[in-house]
């Protein structure tokens, strides 16, 4: 038989109530310690898990803030090339003056 058949020996075993509830009282107040022990270990059990994902979190932003530095960085010196070729002077103007100066300087 299983457990609700046996008779006697049980941790659960119902006392016989004097009017006054006492027993009903009892047997509610284990159920209620044994609910709440098993919420308060889930409950820790969350804060250790709330507090590896806080970590892993922090990390990510650590990471995340040091590439954005980088792109930054990189963005920067690519803008700075790029302004940088914009004052080079044209070499095909100056080009035409010195090929007129040397084609005047080989003239007998």
Do not use: W
Not at 82 to 106: H, Q
């Amino acid at each position: 038989m299983g457990k609700r058949g046996r008779k006697g020996g049980g941790k659960n075993k119902r006392k016989r109530d004097d009017g006054g509830g006492r027993v009903m009282m009892e047997g509610v107040f284990i159920v209620m310690e044994r609910l709440n022990s098993k919420l308060y270990l889930q409950n820790c059990y969350i804060i250790q898990e709330n507090e590896r994902l806080r970590k892993k979190a922090q990390l990510l932003n650590q990471e995340n803030q040091a590439l954005l530095s980088e792109l930054k960085q990189k963005l920067s010196k690519a803008n700075s090339k790029a302004s940088a070729a914009n004052t080079i002077p044209d070499l095909n103007l100056s080009s035409s003056a010195s090929t007129t100066s040397a084609a005047n300087s080989t003239d007998p």
